[in-house]
């Protein structure tokens, strides 16, 4: 290896680079090749469990095509689970730019349509509960089973104001009794809480992808300098210094908690996941204003080219989509070096007692998924401090 560098650079302290050139002509090795891997934080969701999030998801919306009160206590459950995990990744990592990856929002469109939906079929299918919504005549459920026109008869009821005519009134009066008993429906308490439940999941989904895209925007606006720590086993405790093939210098910082020397290189995968937050995030708010005017607008049963329209259509798919682009994304980055460092780098240690430095070169390979797991696992857990560590 060449490398043209200032004798008399002080990048490394006293170390001088002949000092460093003289034992880097005899190419040493330092072993067996060893994996680099983020640190804390630094690591995509790693795609086994983007695997099982998106098979629940596309299990629970085919559940919900075909009859959507049975998909209302996995829908409520998928919610639930992944705004603790958002919340959790929020007060772990601070939302610092260079942690991106864990506090990413942008798998959490298939639960909010979701919660969304479940909201306004249950509106929809107790609306004699519910104040401001009056029931309709007797022949409305009839006209329900009947009625293919696109607007919804709940919305239209509404529309055409709060009192029936003097016809429609007598007729209610006649068979007042026979209307109470055919179409009046109770709701239960737990169906209420439902209610609930979904309609606040909905507004805090919302509320989290808000508050992610405002922070990927302030952190790619901040991240023309943000580097991030890339941590390896080679980068013992007498490593002062790595020289990558590109003749670049990064000095080694150790941590005794994690075991392994770390070492700091330009962010280039953070930068191109703040790219990808944004465009996600804005598609995804766009798709949740949409679905939430075509589900209160639309009737329970038109259907436009056979296909039943009263669906969170448009958060669905961005939703799929962002799942499918955060699990390729973890597939590539598990086999995969960082951007910034080369496959082959120069060690550079000091021999403390005889004051001398020593090079060997080692070759570095991808972080698999087991340095996904736990680079991620760090980021998610970090603010449980020593219940999740074990130390003080």
Known sequence: MSCEYIANSTTLGKLLWPD???????????????????????????????LISLFLHLHTI???????????????VLAGFEIFVVLLAFISSHLTPEKVMVWSTIVQAVSAGAAL?????????????LPL?????????????????????????????????HSST?????????????????ISAYKISLMIAFIILFFFIIALQIRGLVAALEGRRNSKNLEVSWCSPVFNTLSIAV???NCRFHLVQQSGKKGVGCIRIPAQEQKAMFVVIIVLQSLFLVAAVFDFFILVAVSPRYRWKQVKMKMPWATLFSGVLSLLAVLA???VESFRLPSGITGNVWIIMRVQ???????????????????????WLDGLFSSWGSAYYGIG
């Open 170 to 186: 007598e007729s209610g009066m006649e068979t007042g009794g026979a209307h109470k008993e055919r179409h009046s429906k109770s």
């Open 117 to 129: 939906q479940n909201f306004v079929l249950l509106v929809e299918e107790y609306r004699c509960c």
């Open 20 to 50: 460093v050139a003289l034992t880097l002509a005899q190419n040493i090795s330092c072993g067996d090749p060893s994996s680099i891997r983020p640190d804390v934080g630094g690591s995509p969701t790693p795609w086994p469990l983007t």
């Open 329 to 331: 994304f973890g597939i």
């Open 353 to 375: 007692p005889l004051d001398r430095v020593f090079v060997c070169m080692a070759t570095l390979t991808p972080a698999g998924l087991r340095g996904q797991l736990i680079s």
């Open 133 to 165: 919504i009056r029931c309709s005549g007797p022949d409305h459920i009839e006209t329900d089973e009947r009625d293919h026109r696109a607007l919804n008869p709940l919305l239209r009821d509404l529309l055409s104001g709060p009192y029936q005519s």
């Open 62 to 76: 085919i559940v919900r095509i075909a009859k959507w009160e049975n998909a209302l206590a996995w829908s409520l």
């Open 243 to 245: 020289l990558d093939g």
